[in-house]
């Protein structure tokens, strides 16, 4: 059984930094895709990013790119979302997932196309 733990959310001013981390435990994590969502209250689970096995195709929301960076560390067995120039609007519960293969599903910022999740971490920038 896959485990896996986030770690590093905390509270934040805007225009400030935060780098999550999210260890994974049992499987083989480098053959699995993984992927960051976050959710803020009265929303649903929105993308944040995806990277597959290999880590060479890595992918954005629109809402994060150029100021979100994933990256992972089989090594390791984690997989790391580096924050920056965060606002008010990222405040949220950040969630990793395990995806179900080396590659990213066609739908990769679907959250149902992961099949394990940690407990969240939670985000909180102070405008």
């Known amino acids: 059984q896959v485990q896996l733990q986030e770690s590093g959310g905390g509270l934040v001013q805007a225009g400030g930094s935060l780098n999550l981390s999210c260890a994974a435990s049992?499987?083989?994590?480098?053959?699995?895709?993984m992927a960051w969502f976050r959710q803020a209250p009265g929303k649903e689970r929105e993308f944040v990013g995806a990277?597959?096995?290999?880590?060479?195709?890595?992918y954005y929301a629109d809402s994060v790119r150029g100021r979100f960076t994933i990256s992972r560390d089989g090594a390791k067995n984690t997989a790391y979302l580096q924050m920056r120039n965060l606002s008010p609007q990222d405040t949220a519960v950040y969630y990793c997932g395990q995806g179900r293969s080396k590659l990213l599903a066609p739908n990769w910022q679907v959250a149902s196309e992961y099949r394990y999740w940690g407990q969240g971490t939670q985000v909180t920038v102070s405008s």
């Open positions: 990277i597959s096995g290999p880590g060479r195709a890595v």
């Open positions: 049992g499987g083989t994590f480098r053959d699995y895709s």
